[in-house]
């Protein structure tokens, strides 16, 4: 039978690299439309056109990202640092006064118990904590003398500063809306109390766990056809790699191990065996 000439009911399928690489949960779909302040569900919309909707959102917004003129994130951080370094002279000794503030003054300790016993109390201290860890790390590129500032490793080291301020901006507004997942919010959590008990070791475990998932990644298990359920349920929510997610999640996950560094560089360990490899 001839294929019919509008076309309608003989449409050739997607191909199967597009159905392999796009399958996720209903709950991550729902979790990423969420975000991006979409309906998570429409009239009569079944789960595939729910995931299909989120794909063609998410291409759209890779095409636009494209069409920004060429230029990466880094690049344009790095632009913006060039244009203001010339501007901060008058306000440097009000940062280095700023910047003798202690760490611990007004900080609440992160409790790994409130996982268990009131996870809604953990956002407000992840998200202050997180804050005040950023702010010091863009005082401390503030603060260095003029010299260094103006090398080429001084722009790159404040360019990635606030290449790193722009990228955590997702995180923080899943931390003020409260929906962070469950096993993100447990692996954040360790991150921050780890981070300000100066266990840095423990803490990069953690982000470790978070990014990457303590675990194998289970490649060429997740589509076998009648297989796949078992398959899928053999993957925990704590195996999985969530920094494979999405870039969103990618570049924020990146940036959290950037605050880590900061912070190890700035409040060493009293015990070395507690410092990041």
């Known amino acids: 039978m001839s294929p019919r000439p509008d076309g309608l009911r003989d449409t050739a ?3 199967p690299s597009s159905q392999t690489s796009f399958n996720i949960s209903n709950e ?10 979409q309906p998570i569900c429409l009239f009569g919309e079944s789960d595939k056109d729910r995931r299909l909707r989120l794909r063609a959102l998410e291409l759209i917004e890779e095409k636009e990202h494209e069409r920004h003129g060429g230029q990466n994130d880094f690049k344009k951080a790095l632009e913006d640092v060039e244009s203001r370094v010339h501007k901060e002279e008058d306000v440097e000794k009000a940062r280095k006064k700023e910047g003798k503030e202690s760490r611990d003054n007004g900080t609440e300790i992160l409790d790994l118990e409130l996982v268990k016993t009131d996870p809604d109390k953990l956002y407000p201290i992840i998200y202050y904590a997180l804050k ?27 360019a990635t500063q606030r290449q790193s301020a722009e990228y955590l901006k997702p995180l923080f507004k899943l931390l003020r809306s409260r929906s962070l997942p469950p096993d993100m919010l447990l692996r954040v959590s360790e991150i921050v109390h780890y981070m300000q008990k100066r266990q840095y070791q ?46 969103v999640s990618r570049k924020y996950i990146q940036s959290l191990k950037r605050l880590l560094t900061f912070s190890q560089t700035k409040y060493p360990p009293d015990d070395v065996t507690q410092l990041m490899g």
């Open 13 to 15: 399928s997607p191909e």
């Open 28 to 37: 991550e779909a729902v979790r990423r439309l969420r975000a991006k302040g």
């Open 132 to 158: 005040r860890t950023l702010k010091e790390w863009e005082e401390w590129m503030d603060n260095r003398p003029e010299s260094v500032k103006r090398t080429t490793q001084g722009k790159l080291a404040a």
């Open 202 to 247: 423990k803490a990069n475990d953690s982000y470790l766990r978070l990014s990457i998932g303590n675990a194998p990644w289970p490649i060429g298990v997740t589509m076998v056809g009648i297989h796949e359920r078992s398959a899928r349920e053999k993957i925990s929510a704590d195996q999985v790699a969530h920094v494979l997610n999405d870039e």
